[in-house]
């Protein structure tokens, strides 16, 4: 895929061969092989071009790399821990172009300065490993579930005397 992605075009696999070949020896049909599997795994598209194919990346590396971290993320028990476990193994320069993305897709910022009782919720690192939240100038908040205001264990459509089951 490194190679597909590179050249950002279709390309055959006589193409990536003589790529490859500037680096190691390889085998046409180990890399016509590649190729295949990678199409019938939704990598990659391919034309007909006389006998041959040409090959096209169907997403870009981003997305790709995007995808994987979704997937990943989305399978942990806690996301909040997880991603507080991920920004810790970040480079400072990660860290930059993080913030630039979250800019991004954010878009401008409105009202009060950055940061400066913003209203927005965030999770901090002691808070992500025992599932609470915090909002400025609040009191953490256990994200158990129950509504604030109310007691542990009570539920207020139980009715008197009733379950709530």
Known sequence: MTRVWKWNRPVT?????EDL??????????????LDNLHQKGWVRREAEGRAYRYEA???RAAYS??????????????AA??????????EEQRRALRDAVH???????????GEGDGE???TPDAADEKRVEK??????????????????????????????
């Not at 997880?82 to 480079?91: D, E, N, Q, T």
């Not at 991004?104 to 950055?114: H, L, T, Y």
């Open 121 to 123: 919720t965030r999770v």
């Open 58 to 60: 169907v997403s870009t």
């Open 82 to 91: 997880a991603l507080v476990a991920f920004f810790g193994m970040m480079s």
């Open 136 to 165: 400025p100038d609040e009191k953490p908040v256990e994200a158990s579930g129950e509504k604030q205001g109310e007691k542990p264990g009570e539920n207020p459509d139980s009715g008197p005397g009733g379950t709530g089951r």
């Open 66 to 79: 995007a995808a994987l971290m979704n997937d990943a993320w989305s399978q942990s028990d806690n996301p």
């Open 13 to 17: 696999v006589r193409e990536v061969l």
């Open 104 to 114: 991004i897709v954010q878009g401008p910022e409105e009202g009060p300065e950055q």
């Open 21 to 34: 070949q500037q680096e190691r020896s390889i085998a046409y049909t180990t890399v016509m092989t590649v």
